[in-house]
């Protein structure tokens, strides 16, 4: 069956500029979470969606990064005035059940680069 | 000290070899131990889960966890060159009011060499 989808696979923008990262979970998936990835850095959490309560913003490293999750189902992930330092793969996954102890199911992420 | 810590390598053998990945790890409130593998370009992708001290095996992999060292490791025997990619090590706990909370290593980069 389908898996978790991201869009887009690429993006490169210039400093300054906002962007909008786009995470398809699987369907029936209750619980999303978006990651960052940079090199050499491994995976750090960045916010968690679970069902209809309130979103765990706890790993946003700063207000120019916001997420929200339309009807349970799809995500977008925003960085507004980009840095390069934003520059990273941003990496969403879903889980069935319980967040933390159902597996998570990644997708392939967004290679974001800022120059 | 960083609560999970990982040895980024890289860490290279030959095909064949048994390859030992560990992480460390300083919060004794973790209770469920995960492996991940990430191909190049690629999501992560589960492995094995343990939540008990011991021994896990699923064919070639042999995930171990000892809570009293607070050490966990993840074995591949007889590795072959598809099992190159970057292993990440995954501790959750899990709080009040069902709260999780995920740490990962860093990841370790594998290669095996035909």
């Known amino acids: 069956g389908a898996g978790v989808s991201q869009s887009p696979s690429n993006k490169v923008t210039e400093k300054g500029k906002d962007v909008e990262l786009r995470c398809d979970p699987i369907s029936g998936h209750t619980a999303l979470y978006w990651y960052r990835q940079s090199l050499g850095q491994g995976l750090e959490f960045l916010i968690y969606f679970q069902g209809n309560s309130a979103p765990d913003k706890s790993g946003l490293p700063s207000d120019r990064f916001s997420a929200e999750r339309t009807g349970g189902s799809v995500s977008t992930l925003t960085i507004q005035r980009t840095q390069q330092e934003d520059s990273a793969v941003y990496l969403c996954?879903?889980?069935?059940?319980?967040?933390?102890?159902?597996?998570?199911?990644f997708g392939p992420g967004t290679r974001l680069t800022v120059l | 000290q960083k609560e999970v810590e990982q040895d980024p390598g890289p860490l290279s053998v030959p095909e064949g070899a048994i390859v030992s990945l560990n992480c460390t790890y300083s919060n004794s409130a973790f209770q469920y131990f995960m492996w991940y593998r990430q191909y190049s370009r690629k999501g992560p992708e589960l492995l094995m889960y343990t939540y008990s001290s011991g021994n896990k095996e699923d064919g070639r992999f042999t995930a171990q966890v000892d809570k009293s060292s607070k050490y966990i490791s993840l074995f591949i025997r007889d590795s072959q060159p598809s099992d190159s990619a970057t292993y990440i090590c995954e501790m959750i706990t899990i709080g009040v009011g069902s709260n999780y909370k995920l740490t990962f290593g860093k990841g370790t980069l594998l290669t095996v060499n035909p």
């Open positions: 996954a879903s889980t069935e059940g319980l967040a933390g102890v159902s597996e998570q199911f």
